[in-house]
């Protein structure tokens, strides 16, 4: 079928589809793009980067104009308001693969306008112009610009703004037709963009409230834009580039995802996010996106009456949108109110599951946690943990019944507010099986004492069992002991490890059937006021 617009020329780059998504700052990071860039992206940009920021070129600003291959073209966004600043920065981030260098004068975040950079520059268009031809000469690649209409509804100087930038050499300008001052709030006036597209030759990107794909086709022939940049509204809902692009192409507009679709890649953004980043990270960088993939899956009014706030304890409904399956609970550590709790199960060889529990307000659903859980450990599932521990608990080998019986209630539990029948039964297990030296339990307050061949005392307040990620070898077990010790202070590396040595060959010693069923042990030495010292070591490697 034929194209139904052209492709997007910016300098020599052949853009195509016409679609750009937008810079968003703490949201477009490299693993959003490369997940969003196959649904139909012609051209990705990275969040705003400082340029005097890149001056000191920390660990954290580096990685924001990271790209994954899959970002070509890729343009790399950048905010300041010193002309000579940007146009270092501009050279520096060319030099690390940018094709596209993007000047900020259109966000209105008072972290960036307070100090003259994004929008803020609007109020002075000489000072624009000046940065715009610093980094035009600082580099042998397009130059493009994003602004918005003007500081205020009485400052509009995007006609005159526009001029500079194409007088400058800038490549092509994106506007988003609003000033500084709305932020967010009221429509973008498109009839804007349709003026600029009239005042200036070079190519013209128009932005703001695309949410539907025939909407932005139609404002896109109505302002004769030559591409369209595409923000908020892909938050959650990727699929708007993929119907925007079909139609692009002259196709008709692919459907509207399943709820069951919106959460399958749900999962597979988390799982990538987590991959990439690591959870510490990812976790709640991911809370924003999964409220807004859930958008519209979870309807408020399948709730049921009974969950009026009379009952003391807050009142549960699984349910997802048009479900049959409701099941009603209750959850004394919450406060009274109307919850969800919803389940995900990502398939393949590594299954998760990623439990949703949100709250509603005012008719609307929020996010009250998020809990990712992996499905397997070494290829084997909870229910095989489970029955495993039963075998070694009647073969005397009490510590690794008791690590087992913890691993299958960390696969089998989806969060630990969750219980049933079949839990509570584990639970009963688990604790029966406590080993006699810790038949009290283990922490903090009641460590595990076990003394070396040399006298020395290590106070372990934690046990549990850990993916082994060392290992490699064919036929090992890869599952580690995780084992916390408690110590005064860390000190220097070099002692800090011999400790944590000593404290796992102590620990075998103790109990030597640990060596049976485990790869290693990983021991996390934890100090008051202080980050912990990790060692992982195998058991070939523990005397």
């Known amino acids: 079928m034929p194209r139904t617009v052209a492709p997007l020329q910016i300098g020599p780059l052949e853009v195509w589809p016409p679609l750009v998504l937008a810079p968003m700052s703490g949201v477009t990071n490299m693993t959003m793009r490369a997940l969003y860039k196959p649904f139909g992206l012609g051209l990705t940009v990275t969040e705003f980067v400082s340029s005097n920021a890149l001056k000191f070129g920390s660990k954290r600003t580096m990685a924001m104009i990271d790209r994954h291959p899959s970002e070509r073209p890729g343009s790399t966004q950048l905010w300041g308001d010193d002309p000579q600043t940007m146009a270092q920065a501009a ?11 993007d000047i900020n004068f259109g966000c209105p975040a008072p972290k960036v306008t307070k100090t003259d950079g994004g929008s803020a520059c609007l109020r002075d268009p000489q000072r624009c112009e000046a940065i715009m031809r610093a980094v035009v000469e600082a580099v042998d690649c397009p130059v493009t610009m994003k602004m918005r209409l003007g500081w205020s509804e009485n400052d509009l100087v995007y006609v005159d703004v526009a001029k500079r930038a194409q007088a400058a050499g800038v490549a092509a300008v994106t506007l988003h037709a609003r000033t500084a001052k709305q932020f967010y709030k009221g429509s973008a006036d498109w009839a804007h963009i349709a003026r600029l597209k009239e005042a ?33 509204a892909t938050l959650g809902n990727p699929w708007l580039i993929s119907q925007i692009a079909d139609l692009m192409e002259g196709r008709e507009a692919s459907a509207t995802p399943t709820p069951a679709d919106r959460l399958r890649f749900c999962l597979v953004h988390y799982r990538t996010m987590v991959d990439e980043l690591g959870e510490a990270r990812a976790v709640p960088q991911m809370r924003k996106h999964v409220a807004l993939y859930l958008k519209g899956i979870l309807d408020a009014s399948t709730l049921t009456k009974t969950a009026s706030g009379a009952n003391p304890d807050a009142q549960f409904f ?14 004394p550590q919450l406060p009274p109110g109307k919850y969800a709790f919803a389940m995900v199960r990502m398939e393949g060889s590594n299954p998760w599951r990623l439990s949703l529990l949100l709250r509603q307000e005012a008719g609307q659903w929020l996010l009250a946690g998020l809990y990712p859980k992996h499905l397997t450990a070494n290829g084997h599932d909870g229910l095989w943990y489970w029955k495993e521990a039963r075998t070694l608990s009647t073969g005397k080998e009490p510590w690794n019944a008791w690590l087992y019986f913890q691993e299958a209630q960390a696969l089998l539990m989806p969060a630990n507010f969750v219980s049933s029948t ?6 009963t297990e688990l604790t029966s099986a406590l080993p006699p030296a810790i038949s009290g339990g283990i922490g903090p307050d009641t460590p595990l004492v076990v003394k070396a061949a040399d006298g020395a005392e290590f106070r372990f307040t934690a046990l549990s069992v850990q993916d082994a990620p060392l290992s490699n070898a064919a036929g090992s077990t890869p599952l580690d002991v995780l084992a916390h010790i408690k110590v005064d202070s860390i000190g220097d590396g070099a002692s800090a490890r011999q400790r944590n040595v000593a404290a796992a060959s102590a620990l075998l010693a103790a109990h030597p059937e640990l060596r049976k069923s485990f790869h290693g042990v990983w021991v996390f030495a934890d100090a008051a006021g202080q980050n912990s010292y990790s060692t992982e070591l195998a058991m070939s490697d523990i005397k």
């Not at 932005?216 to 591409?227: F, L, N, P, Y």
């Not at 079949?422 to 639970?427: E, G, I, N, P, V």
């Open 422 to 427: 079949h839990l509570d039964k584990l639970q």
């Open 318 to 331: 699984c349910t997802l949108n048009k479900s049959a399956n409701e099941a009603e609970f209750a959850i």
């Open 91 to 101: 050279r520096l981030v060319r030099e690390c693969g940018a094709d596209v260098v």
């Open 200 to 232: 200036i030759d070079i190519p013209v990107i128009g932005n703001g409230d695309l949410d539907d794909a025939h909407l932005a086709m139609r404002r896109m022939r109505e302002s004769g834009v030559d591409g369209i940049m595409l923000g908020r």
